[in-house]
């Protein structure tokens, strides 16, 4: 499933198109995706304008000027595609411009299309259909079953080793899962959990509680997690993601930052570490891989 890089990506990819532009004409071509959409989904979107595209954990958000919320989520496997009249009459699938989206998949996985009144033309594309899209009117957002629990973005100013402290004091739960469940830290997914707590030189099973001294104040391993956590997701960032299976960036091509993963997917090879002499890994927590270095995590 992508993360939040990978869904950061994708929305400083649609906004050039999607921001200030009206929806001139919504095809939806299912019931349903994951979730079935909401009531009149197309009526309430044609003819308003998208205000802000923003990003809440691993959802895209688009808002409305009729006080309504547009939420997308990409699920395992979608994407967004973007081209113009003019390409489609051609049998092109690129916009002039910055942004070339490449499907990637066949056409008949397009579920929804948006036609916008700047002439681009975007279309939703699901193999798997896991995504869904719902609209969530903005005096309900907060309250919303979606959102209403989310934890701190992990890019905000929130996120500190005062933070990990506060919520790591006194738990037993392994690092990992502590760090992945989303009411805690909002985005968080399992590449870049693991990514962080190897570059924190901390073991994914030690207990949450280390993050906390006896006092209740940061720990050094609070300390090092912190601006590992962030300095992760920068670099992903600048890297445009990782493309792992489905996944491909907002103008089609692929991210790069698999390839400077210093754990993840790479069981039985050596610790990229300098000096350490250590072996990667892999152990499975709540069903999920986890991969880091017995030898220079502690």
């Given at each position: 499933?992508?993360?939040?890089?990978?869904?950061?990506?994708?929305?400083?990819?649609?906004?050039?198109?999607?921001?200030?532009?009206?929806?001139?004409?919504?095809?939806?071509?299912?019931?349903?995706?994951?979730?079935?959409?909401?009531?009149?989904?197309?009526?309430?979107?044609?003819?308003?304008?998208?205000?802000?595209?923003?990003?809440?954990?691993?959802?895209?958000?688009?808002?409305?000027?009729?006080?309504?919320?547009?939420?997308?989520?990409?699920?395992?496997?979608?994407?967004?595609?973007?081209?113009?009249?003019?390409?489609?009459?051609?049998?092109?699938?690129?916009?002039?411009?910055?942004?070339?989206?490449?499907?990637?998949?066949?056409?008949?996985?397009?579920?929804?299309?948006?036609?916008?009144?700047?002439?681009?033309?975007?279309?939703?594309?699901?193999?798997?259909?896991?995504?869904?899209?719902?609209?969530?009117?903005?005096?309900?957002?907060?309250?919303?079953?979606?959102?209403?629990?989310?934890?701190?973005e992990p890019l905000g100013g929130d996120l500190d080793p005062a933070f990990l402290a506060r919520k790591g004091q006194g738990r037993k739960q392994p690092l990992k899962s502590f760090l992945?469940?989303?009411?805690?830290i909002a985005g968080l997914g399992n590449i870049y959990v693991c990514e962080a707590l190897f570059r924190a030189g901390l073991r994914p099973d030690n207990a949450a509680s280390v993050l906390a001294t006896k006092n209740g104040a940061p720990s050094p391993a609070a300390k090092r997690l912190a601006p590992a956590i962030r300095?992760?997701?920068?670099?992903?960032?600048?890297?445009?993601?990782?493309?792992?299976?489905?996944?491909?960036?907002?103008?089609?091509?692929?991210?790069?930052?698999?390839?400077?993963?210093?754990?993840?997917?790479?069981?039985?090879?050596?610790?990229?570490?300098?000096?350490?002499?250590?072996?990667?890994?892999?152990?499975?927590?709540?069903?999920?891989?986890?991969?880091?270095?017995?030898?220079?995590?502690?």
């Amino acid at each position: 499933m992508p993360e939040l890089p990978e869904v950061e990506t994708v929305r400083r990819g649609l906004a050039p198109v999607l921001e200030g532009a009206s929806f001139a004409c919504v095809e939806q071509r299912r019931p349903n995706l994951r979730f079935p959409f909401p009531d009149q989904f197309t009526q309430r979107l044609t003819g308003h304008a998208v205000l802000k595209l923003e990003r809440r954990a691993k959802y895209l958000l688009a808002r409305l000027d009729n006080r309504q919320t547009l939420v997308m989520h990409l699920g395992m496997s979608g994407r967004f595609i973007i081209g113009s009249h003019a390409d489609a009459a051609q049998g092109a699938k690129t916009m002039p411009g910055a942004f070339a989206y490449k499907a990637g998949e066949s056409d008949k996985h397009d579920h929804v299309v948006f036609e916008m009144s700047n002439l681009a033309v975007i279309r939703y594309n699901d193999t798997r259909r896991f995504g869904y899209m719902t609209l969530i009117a903005d005096e309900e957002f907060d309250a919303h079953p979606l959102f209403c629990k989310l934890g701190i973005e992990p890019l905000g100013g929130d996120l500190d080793p005062a933070f990990l402290a506060r919520k790591g004091q006194g738990r037993k739960q392994p690092l990992k899962s502590f760090l992945l469940d989303q009411q805690i830290i909002a985005g968080l997914g399992n590449i870049y959990v693991c990514e962080a707590l190897f570059r924190a030189g901390l073991r994914p099973d030690n207990a949450a509680s280390v993050l906390a001294t006896k006092n209740g104040a940061p720990s050094p391993a609070a300390k090092r997690l912190a601006p590992a956590i962030r300095a992760v997701l920068e670099d992903a960032l600048a890297a445009g993601g990782s493309s792992l299976r489905d996944y491909r960036k907002a103008d089609g091509s692929l991210g790069y930052f698999q390839h400077s993963f210093g754990v993840y997917g790479r069981e039985g090879e050596p610790c990229r570490k300098p000096r350490c002499r250590g072996v990667i890994q892999r152990l499975v927590q709540n069903g999920r891989s986890t991969f880091y270095c017995s030898n220079c995590q502690r």
